[in-house]
Nanobody
């Protein structure tokens, strides 16, 4: 089992930045590709980004491409999502998730084995 705990969310003004963290316990994250998703009220959970187990490959949703950077520190068993130039439409609960493979449909939530409880990001205009 892998337990994932997100942190780093909060209230920020439009144009600001946040760095989200996802810390794992139970097993090493180095065997898993890690994804970030978000869910706004009344909307479906949306894919944000994914990083391969080694950290060598990344992929972003168009909505955050160029404004966000996913990274990981396997020695610390932690994955990060740096978000810059935040917009009000980025407001959502952000979740990290783990799966055993990188390639394939990154947005398919059913492919992820483990999920965190989420951290709230609120961007004010």
């Amino acid at each position: 089992q892998v337990q994932l705990v997100e942190s780093g969310g909060g209230l920020v003004q439009a144009g600001g930045s946040l760095r989200l963290s996802c810390a794992a316990s139970g097993r090493t994250l180095s065997n898993y590709a890690m994804g970030w998703f978000r869910q706004a009220p009344g909307k479906e959970r949306e894919f944000v980004s994914i990083i391969s187990a080694s950290g060598g490959r990344t992929y972003y949703a168009d909505s955050v491409k160029g404004r966000s950077t996913i990274s990981r520190d396997n020695a610390k068993n932690t994955v990060y999502l740096q978000m810059n130039s935040l917009k009000p439409e980025d407001t959502a609960v952000y979740y990290c998730a783990a799966r055993s493979y990188y390639s394939g449909n990154s947005g398919y939530t059913g492919g992820y084995n483990y999920w965190g409880q989420g951290t709230q990001v609120t961007v004010s205009s």
